[in-house]
């Protein structure tokens, strides 16, 4: 159980989706006790195509000793997460120009790491229709050496997730991983989704040796709520334990929904108690 002491404290900013991402936002995430944030890049919430927001974030992360850790890549290329019919970025779309364009969005969103100076970019591998095929895991591979070669020089690491489709259980994720011999690329374990799917035991045994970072939230075994740890029925007490025994403690991020209705006085009190869990 020693890696929990060293597990390092983050706090996504998904818990702020809803609103433009600003120096108070992340002064907030501070207050709660987070080393570092996951930035989420959705334009209505962070928009990596605006130098002027970009450099407004950076100058805050440049005197404070909140750091950025990751970035979440884009799931939508509009403003409004894909509720203006805009598609949604996959790289494992059967359309080559649907790929070509996803993967240019995400390049969008981490050529910001040269101001932002996050290390990881925290990758969806398609969308939750999506099947198993050869087709599939080429798409795959290829999408990832394309990203893992452009993220490279910019000193960041591309980290796939388990979501709750056919090509990213941690099986297939992991599968990927050996066929293309991508060693620098590894896994953010994302603790609701295992809950709907294989739970979370097995997702940490499965994905284990590649584990770099944890999204912690939690449900009640039947959709995606991104709720607190400890209102849903996820078993924390055996997660934490099998966390504390990988090799390499993973970052833990904390991955909250913004349509709880928490308020600026609520949070900080919340993410403390989360994040003590792994203390």
């Not at 939508?76 to 996959?90: H, K, Q, T, W």
């Not at 489709?165 to 590894?186: D, K, W």
């Not at 600026?264 to 003590?276: N, V």
């Amino acid at each position: 159980m020693g890696n929990l002491l060293t597990m390092l404290r983050v706090l996504s900013t998904h818990l702020f989706l809803n609103q433009r991402l600003h120096p108070g936002l992340l002064e907030l995430a501070e207050r709660s006790g987070a080393q570092a944030v996951e930035i989420f890049a959705a334009r209505q919430h962070f928009d990596y195509t605006s130098r002027e927001h970009v450099m407004e974030l950076a100058n805050w992360f440049r005197s404070n000793t909140v750091q950025a850790f990751s970035m979440h890549a884009p799931l939508f290329a509009d403003r409004e997460m894909g509720r203006s019919g805009a598609p949604a970025v996959n790289v494992l779309h059967p359309e080559k120009t649907r790929r070509i364009d996803a993967m240019d969005e995400m390049k969008r969103a981490l050529e910001t790491a040269e101001h932002l100076r996050f290390s990881k970019l925290i990758v969806h591998l398609g969308e939750q229709t999506d099947t198993w095929s050869p087709r599939t895991i080429e798409y795959a591979l290829n999408a990832l050496e394309h990203l893992g070669a452009f993220a490279q020089p910019l000193g960041v690491h591309v980290l796939i997730e388990n979501l709750l489709s056919e090509p990213t259980t941690p099986e297939h994720l992991m599968l990927i991983l050996e066929l293309g011999h991508l060693r620098n690329v590894g896994v953010c374990l994302d603790l609701g989704h295992a809950h709907l799917t294989v739970g979370t035991a097995a997702a940490i045994a499965t994905l284990s040796p590649r584990i770099a970072s944890v999204h912690v939230h939690d449900n009640h075994g039947l959709k995606d709520e991104h709720l607190w740890p400890g209102d849903g029925t996820i078993d924390w007490a055996a997660t934490v334990e099998a966390l504390g025994k990988l090799e390499t403690p993973p970052a833990i991020v904390l991955e909250i929904s913004q349509s709880l209705g928490e308020t600026p006085a609520s949070i900080p009190g919340k993410a403390e108690k989360a994040f003590a869990r792994f203390a």
